[in-house]
């Protein structure tokens, strides 16, 4: 007789693991794991991935680690605090208690260093529960760099003879920064450092980063003398850097959001047993810097499987996407009441969408939200806009998905139809 799987088990990657009160994991998240549309030639994001590894040559350039991880790794070893809103339920997937998907890929940032590596990008796909619309999936792409050198003469030496050359080749580039001081008082210099080394990582941090952006985007907007490419850095806070920054690229008519970075905090080093070392980390997002390169409209898009998206990429080509025919939308309404007492966050009904319909949702929004006045119910109304890309959906269709969707619902949460 074959082997019954428990119920209280979940298979993520060929490999079971006990479920518990923390379990959220959902099939069509499971079904995502093994894609890693980086790593598949010519789709966009390799390339992508590609054009910034290139830039990076004398790097380590890594994209295979697993996006199962513990919850010490994705938060406490970067010295998030124990309330962070990332590690809820709500915002996160968890297999168990004990073991997540990664939310970004600084998950991995304490393990690459130990592993003695001191200049790297890793590539990799990242899992975050949201909401749904053109720009928002919930598993997405990210690479995270960084570099480390030892605190002492010689490694500063090699930044500043690295930040030379650098900013040498940024004078001879068409390119204007709006930057922000290295140190401030929002963005201090961390008490085991040297406040000049600190100014020299910050500096070789954004001379590089700018580097990477004329890379990325300069030959796209044909910068120029009087046309030249416009970045903007912006002060931040990340738990795992101080200082910290953002950086905005001005891509045809608007800024653009591109990454998160800074200087690592020094026990993140030491969490990695390089309490010797200082350095500087960057995340960066591939979907949005390959939707405005390539005009691609719709997050979905990088996972179609569809020949008319697929067969327009050529590894190593950035390319503008031609749209073929956008079929019909086709928007339906639930309405329904919540047991009393009860409430029901936005990511858990999205996520029950997507199980039933997975991507020919394109966007869900809140309609309505209200609470009757005598017996304390609470009652919602969702949109839901059904379309493929693909294909011509039937009204048919989209009133059986419907249907699944709310019989799901009353099951799932125990919901009354209005
Ligand atoms: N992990 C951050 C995110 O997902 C991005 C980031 C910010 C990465 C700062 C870094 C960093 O390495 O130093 O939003």
């Known amino acids: 007789m074959a082997a019954q799987r428990p119920s209280h088990c979940v298979t993520v990657l060929g ?15 499971v079904s995502k794991l093994p894609l890693k549309l980086h790593t598949q030639p010519s789709h966009p994001l390799s390339t992508l991935r590609a054009l910034i590894e290139s830039h990076f040559p004398t790097y380590a ?20 605090p124990a309330d962070h809103p990332g590690r809820s339920v709500t915002d996160s997937y968890y297999v168990n208690k004990d073991l997540m998907l990664r939310t970004h890929t600084s998950a991995h940032e304490v393990e690459v260093f130990e592993r003695g590596e001191t200049k790297w990008l890793l590539t990799a796909d990242v899992y975050r529960r949201d909401e749904i619309d053109g720009s928002h999936y919930p598993v997405f792409h990210q690479t995270e760099g960084a570099r480390i050198v030892s605190a002492n003469p010689a490694g500063m030496k090699e930044i500043e003879e690295d930040n ?10 068409n390119i204007e920064i709006e930057d922000v001081p290295h140190l401030s008082p929002i963005n201090p210099c961390q008490p085991a450092h040297d406040p000049k080394h600190t100014e020299l990582i910050a500096k070789n941090l954004k001379l590089s ?3 990477l952006m004329l890379h990325l985007f300069a030959g796209r907007v044909g910068a120029t003398a009087q046309n030249p490419l416009r970045v903007r850095w912006i002060e931040a806070t990340f738990p795992w850097t ?10 045809r008519g608007k800024w653009l959001e591109i990454l998160g970075c800074g200087v690592i905090y020094q026990p993140t080093l030491d969490n990695a047993n390089v309490s010797d070392k200082l350095g500087w980390a960057f995340g960066l997002g591939l979907e949005r810097i390959a939707m405005v390169l390539y005009s691609i409209p719709d997050i979905r898009l990088f996972w179609s499987q569809d020949p008319r998206f697929l067969s327009q990429f050529k590894q190593g080509e950035i390319t503008t996407f031609k749209p073929y025919s956008k079929y019909p939308a086709c928007f339906k309404d639930v309405s329904f009441w919540l047991p009393e007492g009860q ?9 029950l969408v997507r199980d039933v319909a997975g991507d020919v949702v394109e966007d869900v929004k809140l309609m309505d939200n209200f609470t009757h006045p005598k017996t304390n119910r609470k009652s919602l109304c969702y949109r839901i806009n059904y379309r493929s890309m693909d294909r011509s ?20 949460f125990g919901v009354e139809i209005r």
């Open 393 to 412: 959906l039937s009204n048919d269709e989209a009133n059986s998905l419907n249907a699944q969707v709310v019989s799901c619902l009353r099951d799932r």
């Open 15 to 29: 490999e079971q693991y006990p479920t518990d009160h923390m379990t959220n994991i959902s099939p069509t998240i």
């Open 209 to 211: 980063l700018n580097s």
């Open 343 to 351: 409430g029901l966050h936005e990511n858990d009904f999205c996520d």
């Open 61 to 80: 350039h890594l994209s295979s680690l697993s996006p199962l991880v513990t919850p010490y790794q994705n938060f406490d070893l970067l010295s998030f």
């Open 242 to 251: 101080t200082p910290s920054f953002e950086v905005e690229v001005f891509f």
């Open 164 to 173: 030379e050359r650098l900013a040498a080749h940024l004078e001879r580039s």
